[in-house]
């Protein structure tokens, strides 16, 4: 190879022109700028008002040329011969190499995607060697043609549509086309409507989670239900699920809900809209223990990243921070809106449960909301 | 008439078979003329910068490939069930029919890992090629007449191969594609008026239901590929139908193509070309690791990691999702949330629709209506090449701050400051870009001038007899020169100040459009002419030898120009 880069920069005088930023002129000079006089390759009619082909390089037979085409030819079969071995090195690995379990995956992986690329990498190599140092060096130039059609053809043209809208009678007969328009119009709703079933209208769904009046609140994962002496720790945040529901993605992608305990004093929850009115919310909590939807009202990412020291609840997806201890208010980022609160109480048995549904719809916000 | 062949090889007969058929289809469909003239014969100008839509080509063509491979072992289902397969760390966890046959594919299928991670490399690698052949033929301006259309359709390819790579990547239903998902199902339920519906219906009812992986995988696998299928084949077709475009060099002409023929030069070079491109995918599938969904666990609306980031051509919505400040109306009992919809539909709006928009403004603001089959080089079009570096970088802004919480940590500055930089430049940047850049390109401008005028340096130092030294500088050679004389000047159309002697201004720059047009049109006109003939009063007495149209357009209201006289040499 490194005879081929030292024969470049050696340019005939009747050298096609090189264009920026290609490559250098090919070293394999092959071909002969004698007959590259001669326009029209092989042809038996003349294309040669089309064409204009050059020719670069020394004649074929000049010993330089002879040597070149011999060391790129062996390069080129090199290759090839690269290009089979990996192949069957392939077939090899798929037929020899196992799966099912992760190191033999990795390792069949690794054993296919070797020979792969080494197969595809070589047989390109060959192939570009082969037309950058054997093929001799013809560049063509072609004459472009107008592409707008002459003034007579488009008038023609226009003339015997003319003819044929006359023929037609739709110019000359309205009632027919508005008619044919009228009828039609129903035609271009109907893929309209078919689409109508491919969902339920969302109705007041979006306002409703599945969280009622007792509901237990069970911990995620291990669903079980909790006390709140068993969440006496304050500063930790756990993730709720709401008993019945725990694996019902439908239910939890509005349902999910993250629980937080507070120091005694730490709270301070202003008044939440309950419909139309303003009620304090002091009382939706148990212990210090309060219950905020999970779902963010921005774009409904879970927001699951909790800051013990400075009570802030973070979304991990577009980091709308909120401000757990005055109710979850938005202090940075794309959400509007504070996280909803999910009134809490105690069941008989002593277990947290939910007062009531939200009292405002949670997770992202939508036209219908209000 | 004969003619010598150029290659006297010619010795040997064309195989019978192939001959046999070439003969027997000629006979049915007399393909002759045409097969030689415009595919064999096709003439391919070689630049480098040609060949980026060919990677983008390439790797569409290996999206079929394994994509289909992988249609053989996917069951786009989110039926529930429990996994005993190979990947023991999940063993017993509830998850789809999609992840769970996602899973096999990469622990139980032969070179099924491999195939996947082609799949999602080569994904990547399609809409990266797009993105930057769009900027080569936004750069060079070969998106002027006639090829306009084929621009649009490029806009169209790359518009739907974002939908093609997001459902594409959210098919497995893993952890962090269905956060994906829910994102993009929240910022729909945003849309007025119809949001909710179309959430809807897209999902088959509330999120995330069981309908939206059947649904997207035949978008994925039919729909979409479908019609990337036409567009790419009606591209291609124009391209030969309106012949290459070439950059500016010696014999080229606006009523030629120079470059290679189709046959056998550039079939065994984009042949090469294909195979590299496969060749390198499969390097990458091989040694780096790209959506490992057995790592990220089944979807559930729950749980989320932190740093989720989607692939790199999403990164825009969601930096802007993120850097968005939280803006909500209520309009007449309704909610409005700019907040989603300004991040959702703006940027993009921006560059994609500004991209379509531009060849007809440039046209309008420039009035030219001639044929280009010569490329521009990009610093001899200032203006277009500043709105290009502008959306490059509002681009790049909003991109980069998709992994705001990434970048926060790597740079150990607080995360909210990361998202204040990132509002303050994506409004900046751009302003800043398009200044800096029209400058640095009428800078080159003056700099190609004053090769053209005086030659380069040569770096060759003379001692003249008074003791002073020189550097010689050296004429430009032909090739040089015919790229440096292929510049094109704009005509500058009347514009304010060029009222008659009434006071009236000229037809074309009344009303706002028309005085619109013409500070438009001053902008595109500021240049530093190539006078390649009488030369003489440029020389090193006034560097800044400029015309008077020059001198009116920098002196132009409202352009940001130098004061006559900078810039010159010194």
């Known amino acids: 190879m490194s005879d081929m880069e030292e024969t470049e920069g050696t340019e005939s005088p009747g050298a096609p022109h090189r264009v920026i930023g290609t490559p250098p002129p090919s070293p394999r000079l092959l071909g002969s700028a004698a007959v590259a006089q001669e326009p029209g390759a092989v042809a038996l009619v003349s294309d040669s008002e089309e064409f204009a082909e050059h020719v670069d390089g020394l004649p074929p037979d000049d010993p330089k040329v002879v040597v070149h085409g011999r060391r790129a030819e062996r390069v080129v079969v090199a290759c090839f011969l690269l290009t089979f071995i990996a192949g069957c090195g392939f077939v090899a690995a798929y037929v020899g190499l196992g799966v099912h379990t992760v190191d033999k995956t990795l390792r069949s992986n690794l054993a296919l995607g070797l020979s792969m690329s080494v197969m595809f990498l070589a047989l390109g190599l060959g192939a570009l060697i082969w037309v950058r140092h054997l093929m001799p060096n013809i560049e063509v130039t072609q004459q472009r043609h107008d592409l707008r059609s002459d003034e007579k053809q488009r008038q023609a043209t226009e003339a015997y549509f003319k003819e044929g809208t006359a023929n037609s009678q739709f110019v000359k007969r309205p009632l027919v086309r508005r008619t044919l328009m009228l009828g039609t119009l129903p035609l271009l709703a109907a893929p309209v409507v078919l689409l109508r079933d491919l969902g339920p209208q969302p109705g007041t769904s979006l306002r409703h989670t599945v969280w009622s009046p007792g509901r237990r609140l069970l911990i995620q994962g291990l669903n079980k239900p909790i006390t709140p002496a068993q969440f006496s720790a304050p500063g930790s945040m756990i993730t709720i699920v709401p008993d019945g529901y725990e694996d019902d993605q439908d239910a939890l992608t509005k349902a999910a809900v993250i629980l937080i305990k507070f120091r005694p004093g730490e709270l301070h929850i202003p008044t939440r809209h309950q419909g139309s009115t303003l009620v304090g919310t002091m009382n939706w909590t148990v212990d210090n223990i309060v219950a905020y939807s999970k779902i963010c009202t921005h774009v409904g990412c879970p927001v699951a990243l909790y800051e013990q020291t400075t009570h802030h609840i973070l979304c991990p997806c577009h980091q709308s921070t909120f401000e757990a201890t005055t109710g979850a208010t938005v202090i940075f980022g794309p959400a509007a809106r504070p996280l909803p609160q999910l009134p809490l109480t105690t069941d008989a048995q002593g277990y947290l449960v939910s007062k009531s549904d939200f009292t405002e719809p949670v997770g992202p916000s939508f036209w219908e909301r209000g | ?570």
């Open chain 2, 1 to 570: 008439m004969s003619r010598p062949a150029v290659n006297s090889d010619t010795d040997f007969d064309v195989s019978k078979p192939l001959k046999g058929t070439a003969g027997w289809l000629d006979d049915r469909f007399g393909g002759a003329r045409g097969v030689r003239t415009y595919l064999l014969r096709k003439v391919y100008p070689d630049h480098w910068s040609f060949l980026l839509g060919e990677i983008a080509l390439y790797s569409f063509i290996i999206l079929l490939l394994t994509g289909t491979f992988l249609s053989f072992f996917f069951v786009p289902s989110t039926t529930e069930v429990m996994y005993h397969g190979s990947y023991v760390k999940l063993d017993g966890i509830k998850m789809s029919e999609a992840y769970q046959s996602t899973l096999r594919i990469s622990f139980d299928v032969r070179g099924g890992l491999l195939i996947r991670q082609i799949h999602h490399w080569a994904a990547d690698l399609f809409v990266g090629s797009l993105m930057i052949h769009m900027l080569r033929v936004f750069f060079t301006g070969a998106y002027r007449k006639p090829r306009e259309v084929n621009w649009l359709i490029g806009i169209l390819l790359f518009s739907l191969a974002l939908i093609e790579g997001l459902f594409g990547y959210s098919l497995p239903d893993d952890q962090l594609s269905g956060a994906g998902l829910r994102i993009f199902e929240g910022v729909l339920q945003g849309i007025p008026i119809v949001g909710t519906y179309l959430a809807y219906f897209l999902f088959g009812g509330p999120f995330p239901g069981h309908d939206i992986v059947p649904r997207m995988y035949i978008i994925h696998v039919l729909l979409v590929p479908g019609i990337l299928l036409a567009l790419i084949g009606a591209h291609i077709f124009i391209m030969f139908w309106q012949k290459h475009t070439q950059m500016p060099a010696k014999g080229n002409t606006e009523r030629n193509v120079t470059g290679q023929p189709s046959y056998p030069y550039f079939v065994a070079k984009t042949s090469a070309w294909f195979m590299f491109i496969f060749g390198a995918l499969a390097l990458l599938a091989t040694f780096a690791q790209i959506n490992p969904i057995w790592l990220y666990g089944p979807y559930t609306p729950v749980a989320i990691s932190s740093a989720s980031q989607p692939d790199f051509y999403m990164g825009i919505l969601e930096g802007s999702l993120r850097a968005m400040p939280a803006w909500e109306w209520n309009f007449l009992g309704h909610t409005v949330t700019f907040s989603v919809l300004i991040p959702f539909a703006l940027p993009l709006g921006i560059v994609l629709g500004g991209a379509a928009f531009w060849p007809f403004f440039e046209r309008w603001a420039t009035g030219d209506k001639a044929y280009h089959h010569i490329n521009d080089r990009p610093r001899n079009a200032p203006v277009r090449t500043g709105i290009g570096m502008a959306a490059i970088v509002f681009y790049g802004v909003l991109w980069a701050e998709g992994a705001n919480d990434v970048l926060a940590d790597f740079l150990h500055i607080p995360l909210y400051t990361v998202t204040w930089i990132a509002r303050v430049l994506v409004i900046l940047g751009p302003i800043l870009a398009y200044v800096i850049t029209k400058r640095v390109c009428l800078a080159l401008q003056r700099k190609d001038r004053e090769e053209l005028l005086h030659g380069y340096e040569s770096g060759i130092i003379r001692q003249l007899p008074n003791g002073e030294f020189i550097e010689v500088h050296q004429p430009v050679n032909e090739e040089k020169r015919a790229v440096l004389e292929a510049k094109k000047m704009i005509a500058l159309m009347p514009g304010p100040g060029s009222e008659d002697d009434n006071g009236v201004p000229p037809p074309s720059s009344r009303g706002v459009l028309g005085k619109a047009r013409a500070v438009a049109n001053r902008a595109f006109a500021e240049t530093i002419p190539v006078e390649a003939d009488g030369h003489g009063n440029g020389h090193h007495g006034n560097g800044h030898a400029v015309t008077g149209e020059e001198h009116e357009a920098v002196g132009a209201p409202g352009s940001a120009a130098l004061p006559p006289g900078e810039g010159g040499e010194e």
